[in-house]
């Protein structure tokens, strides 16, 4: 299995390999898992000072917090996963 680097802004990839779930960071109990991970030192800001738009839950307990769209990173990874399929 190749490891799969998904741009999410301002010169940062993350590896989709290890994400478990991209979630909206609005809701009330992503919040409290980002301050229990922030806590612990395992908050990964990948922001740059904008608004967090998504948080990745990455394996190891790990939260990745993102300035794009869920729906643009999910989008992100599907068109390169059809750039890198075989074509018949």
């Known amino acids: 299995m190749s490891t799969e680097l ?9 590896s989709m ?5 991209i979630a909206s960071p609005e809701s ?8 229990a991970v922030k806590s612990k030192g395992l ?3 990948l ?3 904008r608004k967090t ?4 839950v990455m394996e190891g307990g790990h939260i990745a917090l993102v300035a794009i769209a869920p729906e643009t990173i999910a989008g ?13």
Do not use: C, W, Y
Not at 6 to 14: A, E, K, L, P, S
């Open 76 to 88: 992100r990874l599907a068109s390169s996963r059809e750039t890198e399929s075989p074509r018949a």
């Open 6 to 14: 998904i741009h999410v802004g301002f010169g940062n990839f993350v």
């Open 28 to 35: 009330a109990p992503i919040k409290r898992m980002v301050q």
């Open 17 to 21: 390999n290890k994400v478990l779930a």
């Open 43 to 45: 908050l990964v800001d």
């Open 53 to 56: 738009k998504a948080a990745l």
């Open 47 to 49: 922001t740059s000072g």
